[in-house]
Antibody, heavy 117, light 110 residues
């Protein structure tokens, strides 16, 4: 079973870039079995799909975030990463990484990122 | 692309059945059989309960079932149990090639 773990700073200043990494175990980001996804959830609110990447490097992003998002994959470390630029308080959320096979099958535990000066 | 529409809350007594609706458009729910449902307990990550409208992943109780009619998908939980109390989210693929979630439904077991 695939396991995922998010890591990165819990506090980011406004206008800066949020950077998170997801480490995958129990599976390989190079296997081609999954798309590797990022999803976020503002406190007390619903889920929002950010985007995903295939092992080949092909990406697909939520149009509402596309201009600020970059998702990349590092097959040597079995990780994939999220960068979100020019953050504001509205980007404060729990960020989840997830594998997408039939659906968003497996999820990390999530990491809270707060945007504040 | 707007979020899919779900009722804010539903409730039921132990042993009863409840249904949660998820309404979209012909550009998402109605256009594709790629609707999935997730259960989220407080402070926990979501868990996949149904995929491709009506398929259950291995390990998910057969008390959970999914269906779709037109632009509305539904999740039915039969034989309601206290542990089913959680938030539930639907998700669908869209004609714009991205994924959208519903606003979430809080299920209360009375």
């Amino acid at each position: 079973q695939v396991q995922l773990q998010e890591s990165g700073p819990g506090l980011v200043k406004p206008s800066e870039t949020l950077s998170l990494t997801c480490t995958v175990s129990g599976g390989s980001v190079s296997s081609g079995s999954y798309y590797w996804s990022w999803i976020r959830q503002p406190p007390g609110k619903g889920l929002e799909w950010i985007g995903y990447i295939y092992y080949s490097g092909s990406t697909n992003y939520n149009p509402s975030l596309k201009s600020r998002v970059t998702i990349s994959v590092d097959t040597s470390k079995n990780q994939f990463s999220l960068k979100l630029s020019s953050v504001t308080a509205a980007d404060t959320a729990v960020y989840y990484c997830a594998s997408f096979g039939d659906a968003f099958d497996y999820w990390g535990q999530g990491t809270l990122v707060t945007v504040s000066s | 692309q707007s979020a899919l529409t779900q009722p804010a809350s539903v409730s039921g007594s132990p042993g009863q059945s409840i249904t949660i609706s998820c309404t979209g458009t012909s550009s998402d729910v109605g256009g594709y059989n790629y609707v999935s449902w997730y259960q989220q307990h407080p402070g926990k990550a979501p868990k996949l309960m149904i995929y491709d409208v009506s398929n259950r992943p291995s390990g998910v109780s057969n008390r959970f079932s999914g269906s779709k009619s037109g632009n509305t998908a539904s999740l039915t939980i039969s034989g309601l149990q206290a542990e089913d109390e959680a938030d539930y989210y639907c998700s669908s693929y869209t004609s714009s090639s991205f994924w959208v979630f519903g606003g979430g439904t809080k299920l209360t077991v009375l």
